[in-house]
């Protein structure tokens, strides 16, 4: 019984194993790359800061910060990939336990439509100025 399910577990462990290690690798590899460039590119010296952009330079130092970025975009995909996968098989598995409410009543009824008409006069009230007159008659003279 257990013989015809056997290649689908061996595809699947194997496929596991190959993602949790290329996971790790670029774990391992973001976190060594971001621990060593400081020391090495942007150390906390007053010569440190004096030879930092020329460091900036250096093909090591260019390097690092390419698998830094690289690693980190990569491990973010990675996350974004995971989510959506169990978002997209949590909606199966929650959809198919909901029954749905077959016991409530439906409401058929149309519903009013509400129509707001229009004020007649839409203008705002003008403020009075100083000499007690409203701008309006102001304007007018």
């Keep these: 019984m ?8 061996q595809w699947v462990v194997s496929t596991i194993t190959r993602g949790a290690t290329v996971y790790i ?6 976190y060594a790359a971001s621990n060593i460039y400081p020391r090495m590119c942007t150390s ?5 800061f004096i030879m930092s952009p020329f460091m900036v330079l250096a093909p090591h130092c ?14 973010r995909n990675m996350w974004i990939w995971i989510g959506g996968y169990l978002v997209y098989n949590m ?16 409401d ?3 519903k009013p439509v ?4 229009a004020p ?16 309006a008659a102001a304007d007018s003279d």
């Design 25 to 30: 690798m670029f774990i391992l590899l973001h």
């Design 114 to 117: 509400l129509v707001n008409p």
């Design 108 to 110: 058929d009824t149309p």
């Design 2 to 9: 257990f013989e015809s399910i056997r290649p689908f577990t």
């Design 62 to 75: 260019e390097a690092m910060r390419w698998v830094i970025v690289f690693t980190g975009t990569q491990i």
């Design 91 to 106: 909606d199966a598995i929650i959809a198919s336990n909901i029954a749905p409410a077959k016991d409530l009543p439906v």
């Design 44 to 48: 906390l010296t007053v010569m440190g």
């Design 120 to 135: 007649e006069d839409t203008r705002q009230p003008r403020l009075k100025r100083r000499g007690g007159q409203s701008s």
